[in-house]
C-alpha cells in the first residue's frame, strides 16, 4: 500500500520546545517537500530537497531545519526560533509524468503550540 | 515575485449547479498547473495541465489552460453536496519543481 505518512497527527508543544515531524513516502519518489497551511490561506513552501542529502530552503525556511539522509524519509526539525509554529504542515513527494511533476501530499500533521 | 491568484475566494451554490473557479499566475519558467481539492485534510490531486486549449475531465470536473493569458480555468457541472471543499491550484516552476500556491476558492455546495 504505497503512500505518504505523516506522524503524529496532531501534536501539541510547549513554547521554546523544538519539535520534529516525521514524513516517510514508499512511492520511490525522488523529491519530497514541507509545506505550511494557515487557517484560511494557502500553502507555503517551508523546505524542499529534489535527491538524498541535498535540500534547499523554500519560501519560509526561517525557524525550521530538515535532513534527507535516506530517499524515503524527510523530517521537518520546528525550532523555537520560528516565531509562530501553530500551523497544519504538510509533507510531499513529487514524481515526473512526461511532461511535468505532480505533487502528492500526505495527511499532514496539526502542530498546536501553547 | 511568483504569483497566484484564485477567485472568487468562496461561493454558494445549489446541487446542480455549475460552477467555474479562476486561477491566474505570473510564474518564471512555467511548467505546468495543477489543481487539488482540499476537504478540512490533505489537499488531493485533481489534474495536472501544461498544453494550452486542451481541456482535462476527470467525471463532472474539467479544467483548461491559457498559458498566453496565464489562467486556467476548474469548471464542475451537476454539484452535489460532496464537491463541497477547499479548491487549491499551483503553478510549477521547471527550477526546482517547487509549486507557487493560490489561496483557494472555498465552494459550499447547499442540498
Known amino acids: 500500500d504505497g503512500g505518504i505518512t505523516q506522524s503524529p497527527k496532531y501534536l501539541f508543544r510547549k513554547e521554546g520546545q523544538n519539535v520534529t515531524l516525521s514524513c516517510e513516502q514508499n512511492?520511490?519518489?525522488?523529491?519530497m517537500y514541507w509545506y505550511r497551511q494557515d487557517p484560511g490561506q494557502g500553502l507555503r513552501l517551508i523546505y524542499y530537497?529534489?535527491?538524498?542529502?541535498?535540500?534547499q530552503k523554500g519560501d519560509i525556511a526561517e525557524g525550521y531545519s530538515v535532513s534527507r539522509e535516506k530517499k524515503e524519509s524527510f523530517p521537518l526539525t520546528v525550532t523555537s526560533a520560528q516565531k509562530n509554529p501553530t500551523a497544519f504542515y504538510l509533507c510531499?513527494?513529487?514524481?515526473?509524468?512526461?511532461?511535468?511533476?505532480?505533487?502528492?501530499f500526505g495527511p499532514g500533521t496539526r502542530l498546536t503550540v501553547t | 515575485e511568483d504569483k497566484v491568484v484564485q477567485s472568487p475566494l468562496s461561493l454558494v451554490v445549489h446541487e446542480g449547479d455549475t460552477v467555474t473557479l479562476n486561477c491566474s499566475y505570473e510564474?518564471?519558467?512555467?511548467?505546468?498547473l495543477l489543481w487539488y481539492k482540499q476537504e478540512k485534510k490533505a489537499p488531493t490531486f485533481l489534474f495536472m495541465l501544461?498544453?494550452?486549449?486542451i481541456e482535462k475531465k476527470s467525471g463532472r470536473l474539467s479544467s483548461i489552460l491559457d498559458k498566453k493569458e496565464l489562467f486556467s480555468i476548474l469548471n464542475i457541472t451537476a454539484t452535489q453536496t460532496g464537491d463541497s471543499a477547499v479548491y487549491l491550484c499551483?503553478?510549477?516552476?521547471?527550477?526546482?519543481?517547487?509549486?507557487?500556491f493560490g489561496g483557494g476558492t472555498r465552494v459550499l455546495v447547499k442540498p
Open positions: 510564474v518564471t519558467n512555467f511548467r505546468s
Open positions: 510531499a513527494s513529487s514524481v515526473w509524468k512526461g511532461s511535468s511533476y505532480e505533487q502528492y
Open positions: 501544461t498544453s494550452s486549449g
Open positions: 530537497s529534489q535527491i538524498v542529502n541535498d535540500f
Open positions: 499551483a503553478a510549477n516552476k521547471a527550477a526546482g519543481n517547487k509549486l507557487t
Open positions: 512511492l520511490n519518489h525522488d523529491a
